[in-house]
């Protein structure tokens, strides 16, 4: 087993998610946060099983993902 750090938007017709770390174009997609990361998740698991251990980026030094928000004045 192996972590794959995702991101997951928020979108107003949903929710988009992509993992970060893997070569390639792997997206995921839902009406809720869980059905992206599941969606994600077997696009992720497919990736690897088409690619193997080349789908992984070679830089491994990504520990995690993270996401938060500045206020700037507009």
Do not use: W
């Not at 938007?9 to 893997?22: N, T």
């Not at 969606?39 to 990504?62: C, K, Y």
């Amino acid at each position: 087993m192996k972590a794959v750090p995702i991101i997951v938007e928020k979108h107003p017709d949903g929710y988009v998610a992509y993992p970060v770390g893997l070569k390639g174009v792997v997206v995921g997609q839902g009406d809720t946060y869980d059905e992206a990361v599941q969606d994600v998740t077997s696009a992720i698991r497919f990736h690897i099983e088409t690619f193997g251990t080349d789908a992984f980026d070679e830089d491994p030094s990504l520990l995690a993902a993270f996401v938060d928000q500045a206020q700037v004045a507009t």
